[in-house]
């Protein structure tokens, strides 16, 4: 009992901050309409931009997958998990990255998660390189880089700079930058352009993780590297496919011998059961809508409504930082309070989850409003008109 006593007490620790998360059952599929714990909801929290996740050809493509190629891939890749449907996913890949990385191959991953902690461990191996880590990171690559042999430096949020200084004193033998291209709890953009021309000077790879631009940024939506037209050898891209793309599994993308070695050396490629073929077999589905017209509408749709939102919002105390992405935040501050509008949010049926530390630094708790194209231009306005009446009630 001492044993669980002790764990009681750190939960408590964490209650008594207003840190206690809590999980909630969707009954449905993710959509902005949907059931959660029985309950109907209008959700403002999914990272399915695009609202492929429940597009009818997408699903139809995962139960045609399922017949193909069976329930899951027995395996992982390099024994005998490998099916067709992953290498033909890989090789689509690998093609629409080629405008943008020489030679380009591309890996998938059966998630994100797993993409960065393969990518930075395989790359920075070896103790003498330096990884070089923007302040703002999304925890996979926080973990990736606490992982790999490399030493760590984190240069501060958007600040080219103060990298380059960092990259002039290093001595390291590689040096890796890595950086979210839109940072997850802000909306904002990397600067990608002069981090690939510092990188180049210094003779440094890029690593930029574009979770929340795949699908989004760029005409066709390849994501971040077309958004911003980048070229080059020293980049190293990671896509995620459960957010825009609506299924799940990451993709890495790079020069076929940088993909070479993870495929040799990356542990979280080698070491695990290869991701259903039926999900690479719906991708493909994903990836059809999100190159055509209907994807190119969607965007436009999505905009609008980003748009639409920061045209309705008025905050007064509350802040809403300059993004022009899906990703939405309304800063609050204190936990307490955060977590006192997500209630009353919820009590009138919007799902809007409060993000606290570690998250989020101390003091800028706060509404992670996300947007998908499947909203309506009236759910964004039923959204905002609950916000702006919520902060003067509770002013
Ligand atoms: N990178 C970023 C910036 C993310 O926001 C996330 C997921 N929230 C990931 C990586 C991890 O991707 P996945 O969910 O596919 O593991």
Known sequence: MDLIAGIDRKLDALASQSLIRRLRVADSPCAPRQVVDGRDMLAFCSNDYLGLASHPAVIAALQEGAERYG?????????????????LLEERFGAWMTPHVPQARALYLCTGYMANLAVLTALGAD???MIFSEALNHASLIDGARLAKAGVSVYPHGDVAALEQQLIASTAATKIVVTDSVFSMDGNLAPLPGLLALCERHGAWLVVDDAHGFGVLGATGRGALEHFGLHSPNLVYIGTLGKAAGVGGAFIAAHGSVIELLVQRARPYIYTTAAPPALAHALQASLDIIEGEEGKRRRAHLAALVDHLRDALRPQRWQLPPSTTAIQPVIIGSNEEALRVAASLHEQGLWVPAIRPPTVAAGTARLRVTLSAAHTHEEVALLARALNELERATA
């Open 71 to 87: 329930a899951g891939s027995g395996a992982s890749h390099l024994v005998s998990g490998h099916s067709r449907a992953h290498a």
């Open 127 to 129: 103790a003498d390189a």
